[in-house]
């Protein structure tokens, strides 16, 4: 039998319900006055009511009031006593919701040591909740409302010149949810069976719907079809605790020509950039203009978007934003023996070309070979020495999928020819794909009768498409009748160690959806994510389409480096070197090789 409330407890909480929205539109210019009145009123009647869980929202809500004011040490005092009078009861979000808001003061009122305490009390609460959420995706929302108290984690130990901590919390807002899984060993057993039986069947049903279907038909159906994916990674996942960053074993791993750009956004105007080698650890804010944040913006979305009937000139303006990105005083300090940079961007950043920016009168990759990495645990994992013994290269000029209208990629032959001719030469077995053999049926069978498991290498040459960051998990490639995506990835054993994406789009990654300007849990999503959720260690993708052409240049020179035996971000920074000494200058410009980029899972032992 429901239990009903009495009737004015009812109406205290539905008061209460529209002073949060009151609060939540507060304006500089509004009547604090009036608003902090009515909220003492309220405070007095939850006293009365007996009720903690309603004090404690008022309070929260008077604290954002008087935050508002200015009156820091008030919203602290409040917010304390809300903490003591709700105890132990479990209302996880409020306390962590008055953690936040202490946290906020305390950064106001520069008290480092305070603010980091109470940041570390309130991180604590959500670290034990945030992994019960189903999906990455959902853990990345989870923290949406929670995400500054890493943040002023992240600022109270950058000030306190706690470098160690600092990076530690950086560390749990990037990545962690997606890491946790791909670190996890796969299983398969009735339950896994099943859901992939169940899977298959609801993709089966998808693409037997006629053109005519009503979208809400299909969109639930695509629902479906993402909820069993979910459950069937959870179930394969076997839950364990991550260990917790570690600088020194970090920039003990580093080779020594290596240095490391760590970015982190404490707010949407600061900017923490911390350089990290063997001999250098040093971080930086930097403030940014609000002017120049909405340029940031502007450039990011104008990648994301980028199609080949996108002006192209614009990609030109990220030297503009090199003293933001790698300011002088940090280049200063790169000795000449650093030949190879890793970078691990957050948020916007991911759909920045660094390696474009100038260092003195060139580009970046020319002082230095570059690869990206989600985060800076992932490079502590280790993986063999890559050795390239078996190569499938793909390639599909003519489309014949139904609905779909795709241009012809006419090097896409003549690319996947060039890449057996290379291998070959290197006395490595190289096998092709080409045209109406690259379907999903071919790689179904190649995978249920193991043959895709012998291959370390994978080449795809094929149409991709932006991301979306409502269904970044549906990230795609086009096969020669039908549609691949971040979901097929995995499940088909594509996970050869190096992947080359000689596809548009292919490397782009979600940082905004589903209502959130910024994913807040900065989860990796898209293909990156389904390859190297595949087993794929080594991913050359592209930020955005590029000229076939160049393509082929540029992708060919690399699998050359990687068959004389370089590393694959020495290999890419060779091909681009060579392109750009020989290019015309007009084919020089950025958007014709700086989509280019090599993202890493691991770190490949020597």
């Not at 190879?340 to 920045?352: A, E, G, M, N, S």
């Not at 779909?404 to 092709?432: F, P, Q, R, W």
Request: glycine residues 4%; charged residues 20%.
């Amino acid at each position: 039998m429901e239990t009903r409330l009495p009737m004015n407890t009812v109406l205290l909480g539905q008061d209460i319900e529209r002073l949060v929205t009151e609060v939540r539109l507060l304006k500089n210019d509004a009547n604090h006055d009036i608003l902090l009145n009515h909220a003492r009123i309220l405070e007095t009647q939850s006293k009365q009511a007996g009720i903690p869980q309603y004090l404690a929202v008022v309070r929260i809500n008077m604290s954002e009031i008087l935050y508002s004011l200015k009156e820091y040490q008030q919203v602290i005092t409040l917010c304390r006593t809300t903490l003591t009078e709700l105890g132990n009861i479990r209302q996880s979000d409020i306390h962590v919701r008055v953690y936040e808001l202490m946290s906020r003061a305390y950064t106001a009122l520069h008290d480092w040591q305070n603010c980091r305490k109470t940041c570390e009390d309130g991180i604590s609460i959500i670290e034990q909740y945030r992994y019960e959420v189903s999906s990455g995706y959902l853990q990345s929302a989870y923290l949406k409302s929670r995400i500054n108290l890493y943040a002023n984690a992240v600022y109270s130990c950058f000030n306190l010149h706690d470098e160690d901590a600092m990076l530690r919390y950086t560390e749990l807002s990037k990545s962690r949810a997606f890491l946790g899984n791909i670190m996890t060993a796969a299983t398969d057993d009735v339950t896994s069976t099943s859901l992939e039986d169940k899977l298959r069947q609801v993709e089966m049903f998808i693409e037997k719907l006629p053109p005519d279907t009503p979208k809400d038909i299909i969109n639930a159906k695509r629902q479906q079809r993402r909820s069993l994916y979910e459950q069937l990674q959870i179930h394969r996942t076997d839950k364990r605790t991550l260990t917790d960053f570690n600088l020194a074993d970090f920039r003990q791993g580093l080779q020594k020509n290596e240095a490391c750009l760590n970015f982190y956004w404490i707010s949407l105007n600061k900017l923490i950039i911390t350089l990290l080698s063997r001999d250098i650890s040093k971080s930086i804010l930097q403030s940014v203009t609000a002017k120049t944040r909405t340029s940031l913006e502007e450039f990011s979305q104008y990648i994301l978007s980028f199609t080949t009937n996108t002006p192209r000139g614009h990609l030109s303006e990220i030297e503009k934003y090199s003293e933001i990105i790698f300011p002088q005083a940090l280049k200063d300090l790169i000795p000449a023996n650093i030949t190879r940079l890793i970078i691990c961007p957050h948020r916007l950043l991911h759909t920045i070309p660094i390696h474009a920016i100038y260092w003195q009168d060139k580009p970046l990759i020319y002082r230095f070979s570059v690869r990206y990495i989600p985060n800076l645990s992932s490079h502590l994992l280790k993986f063999p020495q890559l050795t390239i013994k078996n190569v499938l290269a793909m390639g599909i000029q003519d489309y014949h999928i139904p609905g779909k209208s795709l241009s012809s990629i006419t090097t896409a032959e003549s690319e996947i020819l060039g890449i057996k001719n290379i291998y070959n030469a290197n006395h490595v077995n190289t096998d092709i794909l080409l045209n109406h053999t690259c379907t999903e049926e071919h790689l179904r069978n190649m995978h249920d009768s193991h043959e895709l498991d012998k291959y370390d290498c994978l080449h795809l040459n094929m149409h991709g498409e932006n991301i979306n960051g409502d269904t970044p998990i549906e990230a795609n490639l086009y096969l020669y009748d039908s549609i691949l995506d971040g979901m097929d990835i995995p499940r088909l054993g594509l996970g050869a160690s190096i992947v080359v994406l000689s596809a548009c789009c292919s490397g782009q990654r979600a940082i905004s959806g589903r209502g959130m300007n910024e994913l807040p849990g900065d989860e990796l999503f898209g293909l990156q994510a389904a390859f190297f959720s595949a087993g794929t260690r080594v991913l050359l993708a592209s930020l955005w389409p590029v000229e076939s052409s160049i393509a082929k240049i540029i992708t060919l020179d690399f699998h050359f480096g990687l068959a004389e035996g370089m590393s694959p971000d020495i290999a890419l920074q060779k091909a681009i070197i060579h392109y750009l000494d020989s290019a015309t200058s007009m084919k020089r410009a950025v958007y014709y090789w700086a989509s280019f980029f090599i993202a890493t899972l691991g770190n490949e032992s020597l």
